[in-house]
């Protein structure tokens, strides 16, 4: 079992940047993928990016591609999501997932969450 906590989120002024870290518990946190998601009010959860077990595969939403970049530090059991750039279109809580086999963008396929972090980008 995963345990997940997301950190990092707040109040960021447009063209602004911020870093999410996930952190994980347990000595499987390698063997997982790690998906990135957000949720604005009245919408669904929507996938923002991935990144393989090892770091060398990612994948981006196209919504984020280019600005968002996800890393991982497998010693420190914690995954990255760096935000440069930010719009008010990007408010919403952050959550990281854990997931055993890379490639999935649904919410549904992912196995473990986090509990979120609000980011609010002013305009």
């Known amino acids: 079992q995963v345990q997940l906590e997301e950190s990092g989120g707040g109040l960021v002024q447009a063209g602004g940047s911020l870093r999410l870290s996930c952190a994980a518990s347990?000595?499987?946190?390698?063997?997982?993928?790690m998906g990135w998601f957000r949720q604005a009010p009245g919408k669904e959860r929507e996938f923002v990016g991935r990144i393989n077990w090892n770091g060398a595969l990612t994948y981006y939403a196209d919504s984020v591609k280019g600005r968002f970049t996800i890393s991982r530090d497998n010693a420190k059991n914690t995954v990255y999501l760096q935000m440069n750039s930010l719009k008010p279109e990007d408010t919403a809580v952050y959550y990281c997932?854990?997931?055993?086999?890379?490639?999935?963008?649904?919410?549904?396929?992912?196995?473990?969450w986090g509990q979120g972090t609000q980011v609010t980008v002013s305009s």
């Open positions: 347990g000595r499987t946190f390698s063997s997982y993928a």
């Open positions: 997932a854990a997931v055993r086999t890379y490639g999935s963008l649904s919410p549904r396929s992912y196995d473990y």
